[in-house]
């Protein structure tokens, strides 16, 4: 393996065969992100990622991850220039996956999530920004390359985006509904170019960032527990197959049987 660069921006080449197929992964620094990364590399898929911070470098050490850019994908001059980088690093090769994963769900300086009656509207322009416009900037940057590889695009949404949750905030969950309906949007659009475009909405998930009173919830989730994150990197991963090769439009709801009630 060789490295190029110098600090968080080094780029990690190593030689892929013909077959390798490459997904392009954003979010990638921890939680749903970091679980589908590995389960790609697992699969022996190639693994281009973006997120605001870098990642360990020990999670790097597989020369499938071959590249990570930092990005702020609500600055449009950082994500323009992430979707330049990672094109240069395609070439005139082709994208098999784009996985729209980086989301946020911002607290105001009181502590609650960002809703209709607090907060700011600047704020719910920066939840839009990088749940919403995003993955549509992001689909249209990289079309040419998912169109050479008869590719798909996952979006990852949300159960919030469809029920009333309790600890989501109405920023982050009318964003999740906007993109449920943008993927459907995109389906019909991206068809054109032989891409397919899904969505992945996940439930209650247990991350470094779920508190407590999520706990709550476990007894509205008919298989009685939360989600792992690799709970929701296998659906995203099994989409992106030819096994899901005739689906598109289509949001899978990862969420334990919650989604029901």
Not at 63 to 92: E, Y
Request: aromatic share 8%; proline share 5%; charged share 20%.
């Amino acid at each position: 393996m060789r490295a190029t660069g110098t600090g968080s921006l080094a780029l990690y080449f190593a030689p892929m065969s013909t077959d390798t197929k490459t997904v392009i992964l954003t979010g990638a620094s921890q939680g749903i992100g970091h679980a589908t990364v590995e389960r790609f590399m697992r699969e022996g898929w190639r693994v281009i990622t973006c997120a605001r911070q870098d990642v360990p470098a020990h999670c790097r050490r597989d020369p499938l991850w071959s590249h990570h850019l930092p990005t702020d994908l609500t600055d449009p001059a950082s994500l323009d220039a992430f979707v330049r980088q990672a094109n240069a690093i395609l070439g005139s090769e082709p994208l098999h996956a784009l996985v729209n994963n980086a989301g946020v769900s911002p607290k105001t300086t009181f502590k609650e999530r960002l809703g209709i009656l607090n907060g700011s509207i600047d704020g719910w322009k920066q939840v839009f920004e990088l749940n919403f416009f995003a993955p549509l900037k992001l689909a249209r940057g990289f079309a040419s390359a998912l169109h050479r590889g008869k590719g798909t695009v996952i979006n990852v949404t949300s159960i919030a985006g469809h029920y009333v949750h309790p600890f989501a905030g109405s920023a982050y969950s009318t964003s999740k509904a906007a993109l449920s309906g943008l993927t459907r949007e995109m389906a019909v659009e991206f068809a054109q170019l032989g891409v397919r475009v899904n969505a992945v909405a996940p439930g209650e998930i247990k991350t470094d960032m779920v508190s407590a009173e999520y706990e709550a919830l476990i007894p509205r989730i008919p298989l009685d527990r939360m989600g792992s994150v690799q709970d929701v990197a296998g659906v995203i991963f099994r989409l992106c197959s030819d096994d899901f090769g005739y689906v598109t439009g289509t949001e899978v709801f990862v969420t334990g049987g919650q989604h029901l009630y």
